[in-house]
């Protein structure tokens, strides 16, 4: 019998989680129009997230990284391009937080807080 590999241990923290969140929170506000509808009044997503998605779904070494730096690329970003569905306009400065809130952290090697 040969010697199966054991995956890398990784360091998972809250605040994977809360951004994690986020990102969800911002496709979810940016694909759907409100009210199940999937076609009326979509916002306009940010400009990668395509490719963040297509290569998250990859589900590889390398498509977990092109994932990474893609979203990291959006949140180092001081203002990026995106547009909420109308429905969802009252979600904005939320968003804006909480992207303010995970660039912070990141620019100062810090985790995310719940707070």
């Not at 010697?3 to 969140?21: G, I």
């Not at 009210?35 to 400009?47: A, N, Q, T, Y």
């Not at 590889?60 to 001081?78: A, H, P, Q």
Request: aromatic letters at 12%.
């Amino acid at each position: 019998m040969g010697s199966t590999q054991t995956p890398e241990l990784v360091d998972h923290m809250a605040s994977d989680d809360l951004e994690s969140l986020f990102y969800i929170f911002l496709k979810f506000t940016t694909i759907y129009g409100g009210l199940g509808s999937l076609i009326m009044d979509r916002g306009v997503p940010p400009k990668n997230a395509y490719r963040w998605n297509k290569a998250y779904m990859m589900m590889d070494r390398d498509g977990l990284g092109t994932s990474r730096s893609l979203k990291k690329e959006f949140i180092m970003d001081k203002s990026p391009i995106y547009e909420l569905a109308s429905y969802f306009q009252a979600c904005c400065p939320i968003l804006e937080d909480w992207h303010l809130a995970i660039r912070n952290a990141l620019l100062n090697d810090k985790e995310v807080s719940h707070d």
